[in-house]
């Protein structure tokens, strides 16, 4: 009956948030570091804090999206959020979107391996329009736990989008395959987040 009812709502342990979480109730998001394609590293979420010394103030986006995916069949469901944010919000420069793919296997976190990997990730987005906002695929190797602690994240076969602000707070969260009343409230909240001060 359990596994019935998980089917059911797509995989969705929580239903994503209505409005936008006021600043001061809004917990920090734990900063990862994370690996693109290409080797660079980066730590995530890009914040006016300066966690990232080669970070320009110019860089560092009003609002970031970060997309979290624990195994490959949360694809889809990641893809349910950014597709529709990309195309609703392609043309903004204030704005960042990472999908984030955890490696936690022991063997792919080893040096030569993960640097192999990296290589074969390296590809170029196809059928994309070059418009200002772009998909990010990045990869954060090793062990998480302490991360799915911290967010309170149980179950790994789902996706995970989290609406940051400049200062790094969680200010909007979701999971799961997007719904249209959740994408709505997801455009809303990222637009009040875009007019703040």
Not at 69 to 87: C, D, G, H, T, Y
Not at 124 to 146: A, C, I, M, N
Not at 173 to 181: R, W
């Amino acid at each position: 009956m359990f596994m019935m009812d998980f089917e059911f709502c797509d995989m969705q342990l929580a239903v994503a948030n209505k409005i936008i979480i006021p600043a001061i109730a809004a917990l920090k998001f734990p900063t990862l570091e994370v690996n693109f394609p290409d080797g660079s590293i980066c730590k995530l979420p890009i914040t006016s804090q300066g966690n990232d010394a080669k970070t320009s103030t110019e860089n560092i986006p009003k609002v970031s999206i970060l997309c979290l995916s624990f195994r490959a069949s949360s694809q889809n469901m990641i893809e349910s959020w950014s597709l529709p944010f990309l195309k609703t919000f392609g043309r903004s420069s204030d704005i960042k979107l990472y999908e984030v793919s955890f490696i936690d296997s022991w063997l792919l976190t080893r040096s030569p391996i993960k640097k192999l990997l990296l290589k074969v990730m390296k590809k170029s987005p196809l059928g994309e329009k070059p418009d200002v906002l772009q998909r990010q695929t990045v990869y954060s190797f090793g062990d998480h736990y302490y991360l799915r602690k911290e967010l309170r994240i149980l179950n790994l076969l789902t996706g995970y989008i989290f609406l940051v602000d400049k200062l790094g707070r969680i200010r909007w969260q979701g999971s799961g395959l997007a719904t249209e009343n959740e994408l709505s409230s997801l455009l809303f909240c990222t637009s009040m987040l875009m007019d703040e001060k």
